[in-house]
């Protein structure tokens, strides 16, 4: 027997179980609960639940929000061990202090104590005569059982001594309507208001041979109790009304010392907690184990209570409430052994099996029991899975955004070969039919496989347009319809037929179809809806007729022929009739146990047992029918508050404000009640109880008499009235449940406003007498002074008629001179236009940009450019539109196909686009799947085909806000490196100012439309005339300032190449002399690509008069010698020796614009001299001047090539070998340099015979 005692006294030790995931919904402190520790929970007589805290005091609970009570309103203190609701409808409240009893008004204190009474839970028990029972725990560890009737408290330990002295109580249950069970040490009793008895049998069991606790008595009389095998081994025994007894076959991973509690719903479950691990329910001969591992969020369960409308809410230590409302929604995730919780595919096999392919590139399967993931050969590299098909011989087909594959039962294996599909071609859709089979190969086409043929449908070959198919349907007539980027095609007859967006669909991207009970075929559209074709037309059901969101990812018809379609805030459920009415659209969401809530493209599946399974970015949802149950229960509505300009009362306090009756008790609303006329701004709280959602609870209220009809539907639980008219008045309110099903009895409050003594009905008249006499006397002086101002102004109007005459010539005039000004207009225009196409010579993509004034042309030309340097699967240009906030791609493009036009709401910041647009940040990711949390909190999916990896974005700014986003994006990881990145920099700088100019532009041409209309007044074309003439301005000022971006961002990006490529060739010991050369090619290439740019920033300079100019005395020679020995390499490259003479001799010049003149005159005579020659360089004094020679070997120049030879853009290509890269500029800045240091300079040369450039400053 110690040991059957032993097992007795671990019925609080903590246990394990796994099974599958569960929906509890949970509410804790974030929802409103003031502590998470709820040791007890009560239903009143209203239907409102009562919690009692570990120490944040007693809580009514309204399905949604928490009223708490505290000892500031009347408890004995804030921790709560226990609460029971009695037939009496009073709440009775126990703590450590003592027990209370609330009637809705006051608290009684039946037991109070200024110290701490109890130690532990107080279990609360109530029999058919109106006896409450409690059994506590005292401070001294002992536990007694009080009773309390009519006023009195009986304690059976002290009223009975010889059976509770030397005996310890294990536990209480409730036995037939009159008595309870009390197990102790000593053996089993029954007690009543009569007194106690032995327990000598129960059923065929007898107590005193065989050692029983019951822990529960269910509605059928029968009694659950925990019993002992032959070798004392601990059972769970059911001992039925009839005396038979039944094993329970109890879960041997759970001993049964560790039950806590046990509980019996409306269906007949019975529910037993373990200790810290969850609870077992008995449903018939099912056991179910709901753990933390299968969804349950809490190792303890402290209680237990069923709501009216039968769902289960558990207390928690530490988890807070949670509400169990049925499996109608289960979830597999990786909690359930998936790898991962993006699921892209669903597949039942013949036998029953689930198959789930996840974004991990893996695919898991599910026999009923346990999830395992399919082995795949080391040589295939598998993408995501997107469907699977089960051939005749019993092996599968996957197709995958990585190939084609195959599935024998053992392992994954290539299969793209078999059927003529490229090895790693994106399959997005597989079908089989008949005979055949039936490929969607992304980007490609239809690819039809029959008895060995294969024939393929693609836009080059047939009439289906687009390659990029999402799905494929064969619906009941044969007829095959094809989900496209670009519309539906429907296959029959072997001939293609086109429903686009622009006469048929609602949106052109579609990504899945499915066929109705009556042969209706509906159609997930993103951005447009659920479209339905009924064999003549197409209609849509979009938000504006019961679906929650116009993105809608997938679709799929159940068993009975209804439509499902999954959306971005769970799944709706379009109810069919047999003739094709649609009576109802439910949605189903996180509150309905649909936690995935957002669902993936084309990811469902009907499987044999009729449930349905979704794909979404949380794991997989399953949908079971036979949990789906329609709460027919109307919800009671109560009146909770009543506010006086938006603020509670104190109704119990004396005020002059008001006057009441009396206090109604639970809700202390004021009856009876009077308010004054200043307080006539009233508001009105109110509830309808429906705990099975009580997120879907609809309200319609009125006020009597001041309205006549409902207020619209809606979720809001208040109503606010001000300025409210002194008289009597009744708020009515009435409620829905989750189901439509409405309450139109409601509620109802009635109150009174009383009027000031202005307001009575004989002050009024009296007022409105002398009103109306003042009135007469007002009309007959206004008649008298009409007559004379009637005279005044016929005068007024024959002097104003002949103004306007001389008006109208003046205007005439003004619009002539309007006109010639607008002529000039165009001039400067023309002008302006002129300057911006010297300044596309720069490079050819700012002459791409630069040379197309709308976005969409530049967006094109950018792509053009982009995409011969890098990876451009994706390229999209996406302009901020201010007056939607969003941001509108008005190009993309897609494996080089423009896409349709999409648009994202600047709200919606789990987007990349949106997030490098607001924080004006580039995005730069080469791993999408890994980096994306830098950025986002998720992933919002996008419809369907290949996903990127690899993306950069760039805001695009222009000098004052950002103005757009660009980007470009790579199905391959690690395809872009900081040099790309730096590049789109510099891209997105051009196309900035550029995409800035072609709107500023369109402003321009939009302003010039207006200066048509003639009857604009004066003023307001000369304020026009104005608004052009400064935007023409801002125009050209951002012309300059393309040249200084084009400049600047091309300059850094080619010194850092420049610096690379030298490092490189310098430790490059082992490349070949081909490689070399290459080298030095390119590195000879970048070095004159620079030389360009710095010349073409230095004429920028001077034409603006930006650069410095600092005298300073120095010796010539010496600095002349300097440059030499900075060109000795070019010169050794061609064994040309610089020969330099002459005397020392000082000046004053700036000493930086001499070193580029000598540099630019040397450089240029060893780059025309031919190889193996002289240049020589001659220093002297001539005439009290400084005289300098420059004398090269080359060809020389013609008379007319010297008159050009300082002029801009002027290009010499004299070498004899092969045409050197010149920009035209180097003598036109040596001159410009010459002039500004008051010297001269000229050429000297015949051709064939070299030339000598001759410079002369003064000598000082």
């Known amino acids: 027997m110690q040991k059957v005692f032993y097992y007795i006294l671990l019925l609080f030790v903590t246990t394990s179980a796994v099974a599958q995931h569960h929906f509890f919904k949970q509410y804790s402190l974030e929802e409103g609960l003031p502590q998470s520790e709820v040791n007890d929970i009560a239903e009143d007589e209203y239907g409102y639940l009562w919690l009692g805290t570990n120490g944040g005091g007693l809580c009514r609970f309204n399905g949604s929000d928490f009223e708490v009570l505290t000892k500031k309103n009347g408890l004995v203190e804030d921790l709560i061990m226990g ?26 204190y039946v037991i109070k104590s200024d110290t701490a009474l109890f130690q532990d839970r107080v279990e609360f028990l109530e029999t058919i005569d109106g006896s409450v029972w409690a059994l506590v725990r005292e401070v001294s560890g002992l536990r007694k059982i009080l009773r309390f009737k009519d006023n009195t408290i009986e304690d059976f330990h002290l009223e009975y001594p010889d059976y509770f002295s030397n005996n310890k109580i294990f536990f209480l249950c409730k036995g037939d309507p009159h008595s309870l069970f009390v197990s102790t040490r000593n053996g089993l009793f029954s007690i009543n208001a009569e007194g106690i008895n032995k327990v000598e049998k129960i059923g065929s069991v007898n107590t005193q041979k065989e050692t029983l606790i019951p822990v529960l008595q269910d509605k059928y009389r029968n009694v659950w109790a925990l019993g002992f095998d032959k070798n004392e081994n601990m059972l769970l025994k059911k001992i039925k009304f009839n005396g038979d007894v039944e094993i329970i076959n109890w879960p041997k991973t759970i001993p049964l010392q560790k ?21 077992v329910r008995i449903k018939g001969g099912d056991i179910k184990v709901f753990n933390k591992q299968n969804g349950l969020k809490a190792t303890l369960i402290t209680s237990f209570c069923e709501d009216r409308e039968g769902n289960l809410w558990f207390g928690t230590s530490g988890s807070g409430l949670l509400k169990y409302g049925g499996d109608k929604f289960v979830a597999f995730n990786k909690e359930s052994g998936l790898s991962g919780d993006i699921i892209r595919m669903l597949f039942e096999d013949s036998q029953g099996n689930v198959y789930f392919g996840d974004d991990n590139n893996t695919i898991s399967k599910y026999d009923g029991k346990k999830i395992m993931q399919l082995k795949v050969s080391a040589k295939c590299q598998m993408g995501q899975a997107r469907r699977m098909v089960e051939l005749q011989d019993g092996n599968m087909l996957i197709a995958t955004t990585g190939g084609l594959f195959q599935y024998d039962g053992n392992i994954i294996s290539e299969a793209a070969n078999k059927y003529g599909i490229t090895c790693q071609a994106p399959v997005i859709d597989i079908v089989q039919h008949k005979n055949e089979l039936w490929f969607g190969v992304y980007g490609t086409g239809l690819l039809k496989v029959s008895n060995g043929q294969k024939k393929w449908y693609t836009p080059k070959n047939s009439d289906l347009k687009s390659g990029y198919i999402n799905h494929i349907l064969i619906d009941s007539k044969d007829r095959m319809w094809i989900s496209t980027t670009k519309g539906v095609f429907l296959f029959q007859d072997n001939a293609f037929q086109h429903y686009s967006d622009k006469d048929e669909l609602n949106a052109s991207w579609v990504l899945q179809s499915a066929e109705d009970k009556i042969g209706n075929i509906w159609f997930a559209t993103f951005t447009g809806g659920l479209n339905r074709y009924d064999g003549e037309g197409f209609s849509v059901f979009d938000t504006s007729n019961g679906i929650t969101s116009d993105n809608i990812y997938s679709v799929i018809a159940d068993e009975e022929g209804n439509i499902w379609a999954g959306t971005q805030n769970g799944v709706d459920k379009i109810t069919i009739t047999a003739d094709g009415n649609i009576p109802t659209i439910q949605n189903f969401d996180k509150n309905d146990g649909f936690i995935g809530i957002e669902n993936n493209g084309g990811c469902n599946l009907l499987d044999s047992k009729g449930h349905i399974w979704f794909g979404t970015i949380r794991g997989a949802m399953r949908y079971n029918p036979e949990e789906e149950k329609v709460n027919y229960l109307e919800p009671p509505v109560y009146i909770q508050k009543v506010l006086l300009n938006f603020k509670n009362q104190e109704w119990h306090q004396k005020s002059n404000e008001y006057k009441i009756d009396s206090l109604s008790p639970w809700f202390s609303m004021p009856e009876g009640l009077q308010l004054r006329h200043t307080n006539n701004h009233v508001g009105f709280v109110f509830d309808a109880l429906c705990y099975t959602a009580s997120e879907k609870t609809r309200y319609k209220w009125k006020l009597d008499p001041i309205e006549e009809e409902w207020s619209p539907q809606n979720s809001v639980n208040r109503a606010f009235y001000p300025s409210l008219s002194p008289g009597k ?62 005279q005044e102004l016929e005068a007024r109007i024959a002097i104003k008629k002949v103004e306007i005459r001389k008006q109208q010539s003046e205007i005439e005039k003004r619009n002539k001179e309007l006109k010639e000004q607008k002529s000039q207009l165009q001039l400067q225009a023309a002008s302006l236009q002129a300057s911006n196409n010297n300044l596309e010579r720069l490079t050819e993509i700012g002459q791409l940009i630069t040379a197309n004034l709308t976005v969409s042309k530049i967006a094109q030309l950018v792509y053009q450019s982009v995409s011969k340097v890098m990876s451009c699967d994706v390229y999209t240009v996406g302009i901020y539109n201010e007056e939607l906030k969003s941001i509108d791609f008005v190009y993309s493009s897609m494996h080089g196909e423009q896409q349709p036009f999409i648009r994202y709401q600047v709200d919606d910041k789990e987007r990349l686009a949106v997030y490098s647009f607001i924080h004006n940040k580039e995005v730069f990711l080469n791993n999408f799947s890994d980096d994306y949390k830098k950025y986002l909190s998720e992933i919002r999916p996008v419809p369907s085909g290949a996903e990127t990896e690899s993306v950069i974005y760039v805001p695009l700014r222009t000098a004052k806000k950002n103005i757009g986003v660009i980007s470009v994006q790579s199905l391959k990881k690690n395809a872009y490196t900081p040099y790309h990145l730096n590049f789109m920099q510099n891209i997105a700088n051009y196309a900035s100012v550029a995409i800035g100019n072609a709107l500023k532009f369109q402003k321009l041409v939009d302003q010039q439309k207006l200066l048509k209309n003639e009857h604009e007044s004066v003023l307001g074309e000369k304020n026009l005339l104005t608004t052009e003439k400064q935007l023409l301005e801002d125009a050209n000022y951002e012309k300059m300032q393309l040249l200084n971006l084009f400049a600047n961002g091309v300059q850094e990006p080619l010194s850092n190449s420049i610096c690379e490529l030298e490092g490189f060739l310098s430790a490059s010991k082992n490349c070949s002399t081909e490689q070399q050369v290459f080298l030095n090619n390119l590195l000879q290439s970048l070095q004159q690509q620079n030389d360009i740019v710095n010349k073409v920033l230095e004429v920028h300079h001077i034409e603006s008069g930006r650069y410095e100019f600092t005298p300073l005395k120095f010796e010539l020679k010496h600095v002349i010698n300097g440059v030499v020995e900075k060109l000795a390499n070019n010169a050794n490259e061609k064994n040309i020796e610089i020969v330099t003479s002459g005397k020392a001799l000082e000046t004053t010049l700036d000493k930086v614009l001499f070193v580029k003149i000598m540099d630019n005159l040397i450089s240029n005579a060893i780059k025309f001299s031919p190889k193996n020659k002289q240049v020589r360089v001659i220093l002297s004094e001539l005439n009290g001047m400084v005289h300098i020679e420059v004398h090269d070997q080359g060809p020389g120049l013609t008379n007319e090539e010297q008159s050009k030879v300082f002029k801009k853009y002027s290009k010499l290509n004299k070498s004899g070998e092969q045409e050197l890269a010149s920009s035209g500029l180097g003598l036109y800045i040596v001159k410009k340099y010459v002039d500004k240091m008051n010297g001269t300079i000229k050429c000297e040369s015949i051709a064939g015979f070299g030339a000598s450039f001759v410079l002369e400053f003064p000598l000082k």
């Open 83 to 108: 609460l029971h609701s009695d037939n009496n409808f009073n709440l009775w409240i126990a703590s450590q202090k003592g027990i209370t009893k609330y009637n809705g008004k006051t608290f009684e």
């Open 259 to 279: 039950i806590f509690r046990a509980f019996e719903d409306r269906q007949g479950n019975v529910w037993i907690s373990i200790a810290s691990s969850g609870v």
């Open 729 to 790: 008045y009744t708020f009515r309110v009435i409620a829905c449940n989750n189901n439509d099903v409405w309450n139109n009895e409601g509620a109802t409050f009635s109150f009174e406003i009383i009027p000031a003594w202005y307001q009575y009905n004989i002050v009024k008249l009296a007022g409105i007498l002398m009103l109306l006499c003042l009135v007469v006397i007002i009309v007959r002086q206004r008649i008298i002074k009409e007559k004379a101002i009637k």
